[in-house]
C-alpha cells in the first residue's frame, strides 16, 4: 500500500505547497507511483501543477470527500484524477474545502472522512502526498488520521519555529490515543538564508529544541525568488530551473527522504524476523 506522508505547519507561507508538489514531482521522476492531494483550499499545488481557474473545478477533494459523507458512490478515478506533464495524478483542492470543517461538524468519526477516501485510491500509488491546510482544526487532524508520515515545512524565521510546539503537542495527542503509526518524518528548513544571523541563530534554536525528539532533515532549502517565479509558468524549481540552489537542495532533500524510508523498511524488516 502507499505511503501516505502529510505536509503541515500551523503557519502559513512557509513553503509548505512548494514542497509537496516539489517531493511529488521528484518522486515520480524517479519512477515511484505518485499522487498529490492538495487539501488547502487556496489550491496552491493544483496552481503549481497547472490547474487554471481552480474555482471552476466541478469535481475537487471537497466534492468527493462530500459524496463520502452522504453516503454517495465516487466517481470513476479518471474523472477526478488529473495527469499533469511531470507524471503525478493530482486530485486538486479550491476555495469550496474551506467549508469542510462547516460540513463535517455534524458527521459520526468526521476525523477519518479523509482516510475514507484515501482508502479508495492507495492501492493504486507508491506515495500519496498531502498538501494540508496551515492551520489546526478538523481537516489537519484528517490528515494526521490519514497519514502515516508527516514533514513539518518550518521557514528559518523565529514565528514559525515556535509555532513547532503546538504542532508536535497535537501530533502526540493523535499518535498515542489514535494514529499510533503516525510519525514525523522530519523539520525541513525552508526559506534559509544562511549568511544571515536571523537564519543561524533560528536553525540553533530549532536543532537545539528538537534534535532528538523529533528528525530534522539535513538538507535545508535556500530562500530563492525562483521558487515564486516557477509558479508562474505552472512549474516546480526542479522543472523551472534545475540548477537554482534551491533546486538542487529539493533534489538533495528528496534523496534524503527516500534513504531514510528504506532504512525504516530495513528495520521493519528485521523486526518482523525478530518477531517470527
Do not use: W
Amino acid at each position: 500500500m502507499a505511503k501516505i506522508v502529510g505536509l503541515l505547519n500551523e503557519k502559513g507561507g512557509v513553503g509548505k505547497s512548494a514542497s509537496a508538489t516539489t517531493l511529488a514531482y521528484l518522486l515520480a521522476k524517479k519512477g515511484k507511483r505518485t499522487a498529490l492531494i492538495d487539501f488547502d483550499g487556496q489550491g496552491h499545488s493544483s496552481i503549481i501543477f497547472g490547474v487554471k481557474n481552480i474555482n471552476k473545478l466541478e469535481v475537487t477533494i471537497n466534492t468527493l470527500l462530500r459524496k463520502i459523507i452522504e453516503d454517495e458512490p465516487l466517481p470513476e478515478r479518471e474523472h477526478y484524477i488529473i495527469k499533469t506533464d511531470c507524471g503525478v495524478d493530482l486530485i486538486p483542492s479550491n476555495s469550496q474545502l474551506f467549508t469542510l470543517e462547516r460540513n463535517l461538524c455534524n458527521v459520526d468519526f468526521r476525523e477519518r472522512i479523509l482516510s475514507r477516501f484515501v482508502d479508495t485510491i492507495e492501492e493504486h500509488y507508491d506515495y500519496i502526498i498531502i498538501d494540508a491546510m496551515p492551520q489546526m482544526g478538523t481537516p489537519m487532524i484528517n490528515v494526521m488520521m490519514c497519514a502515516n508520515g508527516i514533514i513539518v515545512p518550518t521557514q528559518a524565521e523565529l514565528l514559525s519555529a515556535q509555532g513547532l510546539s503546538e504542532l508536535l503537542k497535537h501530533y502526540q495527542v493523535i499518535r498515542n490515543n489514535s494514529n499510533h503509526q503516525l510519525k514525523i518524518e522530519g523539520i525541513l528548513i525552508t526559506m534559509d538564508s544562511q549568511n544571515t544571523i536571523v537564519s543561524a541563530q533560528v536553525r540553533k534554536l530549532i536543532e537545539r529544541g528538537f534534535a532528538g525528539a523529533v528528525p530534522i532533515f539535513k538538507t535545508h532549502i535556500p530562500r530563492s525568488i525562483k521558487v515564486a517565479e516557477a509558479v508562474l509558468y505552472h512549474k516546480t524549481i526542479c522543472e523551472y530551473m534545475p540548477g537554482n540552489p534551491a533546486a538542487i537542495a529539493y533534489e538533495r532533500f528528496a534523496d534524503e527522504f527516500l534513504a531514510c524510508e528504506e532504512r525504516s523498511g530495513e528495520e521493519e524488516s528485521l523486526l518482523g524476523k525478530e518477531k517470527a
